[in-house]
């Protein structure tokens, strides 16, 4: 079984540019999930999925960050602009009962 | 609000028995995992908790005293490998909602 599948691994863009990542998770799990982790830090949700539906998004900065999961399974999310603050590395999930899985994440850095 | 504390770092001997623990303070607990994470690496999950008392999984077992609002994780018969980040991570009832605590970082020494 493939896990979750995200890209790109790695991203260096300017303050003020656009970004975007892209998650593919399990087959079949239908709760998705986008998370930003600090370094040194735990993972932070952003936003939680269930099939197309974003559930809960009350953490996700809505004034420069979007999400979308149009049909349901593979998922992007964007930065638009980005600032400095947003470095970090983005980690999609996809849960089946009580485990969720992760996939290897996104480095952003904003220079 | 919510809350999770563990350990910053800990450090232990190859095979050595080391307990990470958790305490937490949260609205709506539901549960408690386990994840670990190597450096660079995707957190992988280790073990779940709903029930008071003792999960054994091989050489990791977790404990949850809800009364206490208290978790740890044992790690048994330490090998280099097992040197990662560890969080716990509280299941948030009727969501499913994950909150991670800011983690604990294993140093494993040969």
């Known amino acids: 079984e493939a896990g979750v599948v995200q890209s790109p691994r790695y991203k260096i863009i300017e303050k003020k540019q656009p970004v975007a990542f892209w998650c593919n998770p399990i087959?079949?799990?239908?709760?998705l999930y986008w998370y930003r982790q600090n370094l040194g830090q735990g993972p932070e949700l952003l936003i939680r999925y269930e099939n197309e539906e974003a559930v809960d998004d009350s953490q996700l900065p809505k004034d420069r960050f979007s999400a979308e999961r149009l049909k349901g399974v593979d998922s992007t999310l964007k930065i638009q602009p980005a600032e400095l603050g947003d470095s970090a590395v983005y980690l999609c999930?996809?849960?089946?009962?009580?485990?969720?899985?992760f996939g290897p994440g996104t480095r952003l850095t904003v220079t | 609000g919510q809350s999770l504390e563990q350990p910053s770092e800990v450090t232990a001997v190859e095979g050595a028995i080391v307990q990470i623990n958790c305490t937490y303070q949260t609205s709506g607990f539901y549960g408690l995992s386990w994840y670990q994470q190597h450096d660079g690496g995707a957190p992988t999950f280790l073990s779940y908790n709903a029930l008071d008392g003792l999960e054994e999984t091989g050489r990791f077992s977790s404990f949850l005293s809800r009364s206490d609002s208290y978790g740890y994780l044992l790690l048994q018969e330490l090998q280099m490998k097992d040197s990662a980040s560890y969080f716990c991570?509280?299941?948030?009832?009727?969501?499913?909602?994950?909150?991670f605590g800011t983690g604990t970082r294993l140093q494993v020494f040969p």
């Open positions: 999930a996809s849960r089946s009962n009580y485990e969720q899985y």
């Open positions: 991570a509280v299941k948030i009832h009727n969501t499913d909602k994950l909150i």
């Open positions: 087959s079949g799990h239908n709760t």
